[in-house]
């Protein structure tokens, strides 16, 4: 039947493919054990009919052999009361209903192979289901598992390149210009402030020899009086 063709076809698929091809491969497993659910479910309408079917043929093989049964008896029964002619025609619908017999129970050996053989099927379905359900949790755990690394590792790829590389390199050197820079304006300040002290120094002496200079002012005047 074709659905449980779909469902070999499904559980023959290879888990490694689906995540491949899948963008988000959780969504994708539930969506997996959703489609087998409904397989299984329009398994399970299939094989209910088939068992319909099967058991429709056992009842009327019950009634067919009731009633060869019940003319074999009426045949002995007439033959006890001497009625030969009404056993011979007990004995002739007895061979109509053996024949109709026949065929049904060949029709219900039939049917229940059938059903048998479609019940088996189903319960392999419902195994592949539940260890398929069993299985999703690692499945996912996997993928999980499998998007993080691939993450780092393209991560990792660009790392230390020739631009960070090159980056890092420029960084340095601004650093050391930058330092080069305040080097020098340090040196310049130094520098203006030694020119300033020498030039203070021309402008004149100290207090002590401008009152030395007073002083002997004085005694050079009282000298000359």
Do not use: W, Y
């Not at 023959?12 to 969506?31: C, G, R, T, Y």
């Not at 993928?143 to 991560?155: D, L």
């Not at 002290?197 to 002590?208: Q, R």
């Not at 401008?210 to 002997?216: I, N, V």
Request: net charge negative.
């Amino acid at each position: 039947m074709g659905i449980f063709k779909r469902l070999r076809d499904l559980t023959a698929a290879s888990i490694n493919d689906l995540l491949d091809k899948a963008e988000d491969p959780v969504k994708m497993l539930n969506q997996f054990l959703r489609d087998m659910e409904q397989d299984i479910l329009e398994a399970e309408s299939a094989v209910a009919k088939q068992i319909a079917i099967e058991k429709k043929f056992k009842m009327q093989v019950e009634e067919a052999q009731e009633i060869v049964q019940k003319r074999q008896e009426q045949a002995v029964k007439a033959l006890e009361q001497n009625n030969e002619d009404l056993a011979r025609r007990a004995l002739e619908d007895k061979k109509e209903h053996q024949t109709s017999l026949d065929e049904m129970t060949r029709q219900h050996d039939i049917a229940k192979t059938n059903a048998d053989q479609l019940r088996n099927q189903l319960n392999d379905m419902k195994d592949e289901f539940n260890k398929m359900k069993n299985k999703k949790d690692l499945l996912i755990a996997r993928a999980e598992s499998a998007k993080a690394q691939k993450s780092i590792n393209q991560a990792m790829s660009g790392f230390g390149t020739d631009n960070g590389t090159k980056g890092f390199g420029r960084m340095e050197e601004k650093v050391l210009q930058m330092e080069a820079e305040a080097q020098a304006s340090s040196e310049l300040r130094s520098s203006s402030q030694s020119l300033d002290d020498e030039l203070d120094k021309l402008g004149g002496g100290s207090a002590v020899d401008d009152e030395l200079a007073a002083l002997k002012a004085k005694v050079a005047e009282k000298k000359q009086q």
